[in-house]
């Protein structure tokens, strides 16, 4: 059974662009919770997305956003790129609505010039 | 300015030891609890979990105990192995009156286990 799927693995943008990062989960999993991950601030929750709509939201700015689509694949983008978006972002599917346990991807590895 | 990383705390171990990974959690209202060990280019894996109407929880060759009223837990890791180096989270949540926490976990700052052959 395949994991959950985050593109791109890598990717360099400068200050002021915005990114779009995607994520594909598990094969019949419906949640899809976002994580950023930074050597300052640990792994902090961005938000998480059940049939389309968005259930939680942790303390990010405006500037990053989601969505869901039908068929459970997320995608997050960042607007107006700041250096500090520099992180690992983490996508991570759960199996039943809402269950705890997160399946994590590999992460997509955003770096800001 | 310039952010400051989190300066996490190591554990270095011969291989064959046991282990012990504490982690103090911040929300006393949690009951759900959650051990993830992050490789190095890899996306955090779930090792254990443990809700609050228990205080020990054992799996293979890993062992979590809970201690509600220090906010304490703790990973125990019998034999360790060079493949458990690694970080290792610790995770909480509280569920909603549904029993689910939409997908919403509050983690650790982590431990480097390093492991010697």
Redesign the interface.
Known sequence: KAGVTQTPRYLIKTRGQQVTLSCSPISGHRSVSWYQQTPGQGLQFLFEYFSETQRNKGNFPGRFSGRQFSNSRSEMNVSTLELGDSALYLCASTGRDGANVLTFGAGSRLTVL | GE????HLPTLSVQEGDNSIINCAYSNSASD?F?W?KQES??????II?IRSNMDKRQGQRVTVLLNKTVKHLSLQIAATQPGDSAVY?C?E?L??A?????????????TILTVHP
């Open positions: 952010s400051v990383g989190l759900y959650i993830y280019g890899k996306g955090p894996q779930f979990d989270f995770a949540t569920s909603n549904g029993g689910t926490s939409y997908g919403k976990l509050t983690f650790g700052q982590g």
